[in-house]
T-cell receptor
């Protein structure tokens, strides 16, 4: 069974530039999460999708972050413009509907210079 | 604000010993409790989950839950150097949105 796919694996940008991350969940997983993990901290939820609908985006900085899951399968997270404090690993996770057991992708390590 | 607290460590134990990792949470309505292991530079991997008060054992791992004290722990018996990682506690209140602690770094030395 294929796991959660994420790309790119690494990204280096300058502040005020834009960046996008892509995630393809495990086949059949209705729920998709984007987490931000800053070095030395636990993952912090940015947004949760159930199929193509947003369940929770209360911690997403909507002035610069956006995310979509148009067809209820893969998802894109965008940051525009990036700030230095956005340097982190962006983790995508998926789960079966009504399950809280998360399966994580390999993450995208973002460095904002 | 739901909070999950963990001592960041590092917790250092000798090979073969029992490692005890602890986690407290603030939301009394929490229903589901998870332990994820995260190796350096890798993504979290679910290793244990528990829903009811008491103990749950799986191989060398035992999860313990005390809802009255809002406390969940993970015991690793016969610790191995390969167990060296950060262990993340995650708690959910039934909304299918786990909140993670900052993790405890475990070092098992030969």
């Amino acid at each position: 069974e294929a796991g959660v796919a994420q790309s790119p694996r690494y990204k280096i940008i300058e502040k005020r530039q834009s960046v996008a991350f892509w995630c393809n969940p495990i086949s059949g997983h209705a729920t998709l999460y984007w987490y931000q993990q800053i070095l030395g901290q636990g993952p912090k939820l940015l947004i949760q999708f159930q199929n193509n609908g947003v369940v929770d985006d209360s911690q997403l900085p909507k002035d610069r972050f956006s995310a979509e899951r148009l067809k209820g399968v893969d998802s894109t997270l965008k940051i525009q413009p990036a700030k230095l404090e956005d340097s982190a690993v962006y983790l995508c996770a998926s789960s079966l509907e009504d399950s809280e057991k998360l399966f994580f992708g390999s993450g995208t390590q973002l460095s904002v210079l | 604000q739901k909070e999950v607290e963990q001592n960041s460590g590092p917790l250092s134990v000798p090979e073969g010993a029992i490692a005890s990792l602890n986690c407290t949470y603030s939301d009394r309505g929490s229903q589901s409790f998870f332990w994820y292991r995260q190796y350096s530079g890798k993504s979290p991997e679910l290793i244990m989950f528990i829903y009811s008060n008491g103990d749950k054992e799986d191989g060398r791992f035992t999860a313990q839950l005390n809802k009255a004290s809002q406390y969940v722990s993970l015991l690793i018996r016969d610790s191995q150097p390969s167990d060296s990682a950060t262990y993340l506690c995650a708690v959910s209140g039934g909304s299918y949105i786990p909140t993670f602690g900052r993790g405890t770094s475990l070092i098992v030395h030969p």
